[in-house]
């Protein structure tokens, strides 16, 4: 079964980069949708980027133009390069796998901006 361990969280300050990674264990990605997404110390849920099993990729607005997504099958990791970090970047980052009714998320690293 599917399992995401997520990485790369840490404390940077405004303007810089982080590299975040997400490894899964159990079973391939092939044919699984993979995503990040954060939540803020307010609740609130974000979704950042995405690639779809056929290799599509789409950015949130608060991704676009700063952040990348990336997988490499062979090594089964999912990393998000986030650049030009900002105070509100502040949140737990989260990866999660999705194939058709099969949902599975890590446990979250957290990412602080500090100004």
């Known amino acids: 079964q599917l399992a995401l361990v997520e990485s790369g969280g840490g404390s940077v300050q405004s303007g810089g980069s982080l590299r975040l990674s997400c490894a899964a264990s159990g079973h391939k990605f092939v044919g699984y949708a993979m995503a990040w997404f954060r939540q803020a110390a307010h609740g609130w849920r974000e979704g950042l980027a995405a690639?779809?099993?056929?290799?599509?990729?789409t950015y949130g607005d608060s991704a676009k133009g700063r952040f990348t997504i990336s997988q490499d099958n062979a090594k089964n990791m999912l990393t998000l390069q986030m650049n030009s970090l900002k105070t509100e970047d502040t949140a737990v980052y989260y990866c999660?796998?999705?194939?058709?009714?099969?949902?599975?998320r890590g446990q979250g690293t957290q990412v602080t901006v500090a100004s």
């Open positions: 999660t796998a999705t194939c058709g009714a099969d949902f599975k």
């Open positions: 690639i779809r099993s056929d290799g599509q990729i």
